[in-house]
């Protein structure tokens, strides 16, 4: 038998296959085209030139409220209350890949960003899926997902970022070291201190310094190894942290003090305690003492 039939139809095959990749480049430009007139129309809050987008028997389920429409008209009809609710909104557009089913359906999946008038921002993944009918793409339904905002307290927290990092306070009696790491979503920054007295271990602790939305400024708690505890807030003035502190002491008494952080530059900072007092009475304050940054542990 000759081979030369199941060669013209493996080359055949070959340039069906060609011509269909062809078609499918031709038609993902023509999808990607479409999502960019989609998001203009949007941004122009033309409600009209969206419901152009979609197929005449489209089915559109509003992710605001659930609503579900049928039909281009009624679509319009939905997004003209959209836009009177969203007005001035923005939306930008991520796509991420277009699938084709068959030569006439195709599933775009991507992400958009809703940026309204007051800086709130709605973030959703989505999966549309298009219908080619007469030679022209439309959008037959859309699936969204809302993208949960994950809330941090970075900007309020950022002008302490210098202390991330291991700290050595030593002299020839005793050695601090200290190691701040910001927390998931730098919602925290935290503080992990040991003492060394000679060859023996001192007092360990556990400071967690952080944002009071409530109060609006900057707070902390302590935790050391002796069962005593501490909070206290934060106040800024140049490149001098002032750290009011309240506490109570391993045996119940109580103690007040303000600790004093002054910035020299990224590798050094001064530290010192005044105004302390314990149950009522003045205690001797701390003199200044030179913090520096451990290169060794970094």
Known sequence: MSRTPFRLACFAFLCLA?????????????IEKAVASYTAAFNKGDAKALAEHWGANAIYINPLTGTQVEGRAA????????????KGSKL????LSIQFISPSVAVENGTAKLLRPDERISESTYSAVHIKSNGKWALDRVTEEEVPVIQS??????????LVGT??????????ETTCKWTKNK?????????????????TGLQVIGWDASEKQIRSWVFDSDGGFAEATWMNKGDRWYITTKGTLADGGKASF????????????HWQSVNRTIDGNLAPNIDEVVVIRSASAE
């Not at 050595?168 to 050695?175: F, G, L, S």
């Not at 303000?258 to 900072?269: E, G, L, M, R, Y």
């Open 153 to 162: 307290n970075y900007e309020h927290l950022k002008s302490l970022e210098w």
């Open 92 to 95: 930008e557009v991520e796509v």
């Open 75 to 86: 679509i319009e009809k939905e997004f003209s209350e959209i836009m009177a609710d969203l």
């Open 18 to 30: 060609t011509t269909l990749s062809a078609d499918q480049a031709e038609d993902k430009g023509l």
């Open 167 to 176: 700290w050595v306070d030593e002299d020839a009696q005793m050695r601090i």
């Open 258 to 269: 303000i600790n004093i952080i002054t910035k020299v530059d990224d590798d050094q900072f």
């Open 187 to 203: 919602n925290f920054i935290t503080r992990i201190f040991t003492t060394t007295l000679g060859n023996k271990d001192g007092t």
